[in-house]
């Protein structure tokens, strides 16, 4: 895949990041895109380090007009884009009682709708590329929800039926789509699952002994916008262990 063009949102820590170097390792060219400036840059610059070529982009994925200047910026850069890896996510806690509207606004905005507004960008440069792949990362609460992550399980579902959405409406465009759903993940993003009782939660919800470590979801993401799946669109892949297998261990 030397020579492709991948964008990558969220990419400053966890999933995203490790993306972008499981990507650069790959040979691809990297857009590390994320609100922080100095973790985007640290990434690009690791993958510069190693040979690889990237872009850091300190960009907002709640505003619309940074989603539009992430793909402007890119193409401009590297002549185009090939995958976009929607990475980024917001996890507020509570029932629709405890919630804030505020809470609510920000899940759906960060975990929807700046996917359609990147995609709404993206889609036209794919086209021109002759086709491409779009990544969503929705979570396993986007298929069962658990106790009080309402904003953010309702998200996640409304997250995965928009992959299925772009997947049916530009297949004939080779445009393809693919929602990715891990389980517990070793990040920066579940930094406040207390320490001690993670073992336990592992011990009881995953079939499979070991901790998912983000480095396990690059690797999922890289098969899914390789040519080795042309044939693959509008999929929810789970990666969590074995929790969704059953109702019970």
């Not at 993306?19 to 650069?24: H, K, W, Y």
């Amino acid at each position: 895949m030397s020579g492709k063009v991948v964008v990558i949102t969220g990419a400053g820590s966890g999933i995203g990041r490790a993306s972008a170097l499981a990507f650069g390792a790959a040979g691809w060219s990297v857009v590390a895109a994320g609100r922080t400036r100095a973790k985007v840059e640290a990434v690009a610059a690791e993958i510069a380090t190693s040979g690889g070529q990237a872009l850091a982009l300190e960009i907002d994925v709640t505003r619309p007009e940074d989603n539009a200047r992430m793909i402007a910026d890119s193409t401009a850069h590297f002549g185009g884009i090939d995958v976009l890896f929607c990475s980024a996510g917001y996890r507020p806690d509570g029932g629709v009682v405890e919630s804030s509207d505020a809470d609510w606004d920000m899940a759906f905005t960060v975990n929807v709708t700046s996917v359609y507004w990147a995609a709404k960008h993206a889609i036209p440069i794919l086209r021109t590329r002759g086709g491409g792949a779009i990544l969503i990362n929705a979570g396993t609460f986007g298929i069962r929800p658990a106790k009080g992550k309402a904003a953010y399980a309702a998200s996640k579902a409304a997250a995965i039926n928009l992959a299925r959405s772009i997947a049916l409406d530009y297949a004939r465009d080779s445009v393809r789509c693919n929602a990715i759903c891990p389980g517990y993940v070793d990040t920066p993003f579940n930094a406040d699952f207390p320490t001690n009782g993670v073992a336990a939660f592992l011990d009881e919800f995953q079939p499979l002994p070991g901790v998912i470590q983000p480095a396990d979801v690059a690797s999922l993401a890289l098969f899914l916008a390789s040519d080795a799946a042309k044939m693959i669109t509008g999929q929810v892949f789970v990666i969590d262990g074995g929790q969704q297998a059953g109702i019970f261990r």
